[in-house]
């Protein structure tokens, strides 16, 4: 996962590549939950090709924990496969899924 600064104080775009299924969805918890201790997260996913069910775990768990300590997280990118997906199980109802980077920033600049 790249980390990337767009020169937004308190916001950070992380950008995930390759499948984010049981093999990388430990780590990218482990950076997107540190990331979410101090500033809002866009999770950019327009690198990811397929998305398990212990990927949309993290995602959950990613915007639980942004609402529990009152930031934001945000998602973008999604690839046709995995917004199927995201949509087949519910999560677009969840955790709104925005076009581009600069669409999920601009959501989470008026929460």
Not at 32 to 48: C, G, T, Y
Not at 62 to 78: D, H, M, R, S, V
């Amino acid at each position: 996962m790249e980390i990337i600064d767009i020169g937004v104080p308190g916001l950070s775009v992380a950008l995930v590549e390759g499948p984010l299924d049981t093999a990388s969805a430990s780590t990218v918890e482990q950076q997107v939950l540190a990331l979410l201790a101090d500033r809002r997260v866009v999770l950019d996913m327009s690198q990811v090709r397929f998305v398990s069910s212990a990927g949309l775990r993290v995602l959950l768990k990613a915007a639980k924990t942004a609402e529990a300590a009152g930031g934001g997280f945000a998602i973008c990118g999604l690839q046709p496969t995995v917004r199927e997906v995201y949509e087949i199980s519910g999560f677009d109802k969840i955790i709104p899924a925005h076009a581009t980077r600069a669409d999920a920033a601009a959501t989470l600049d008026r929460a």
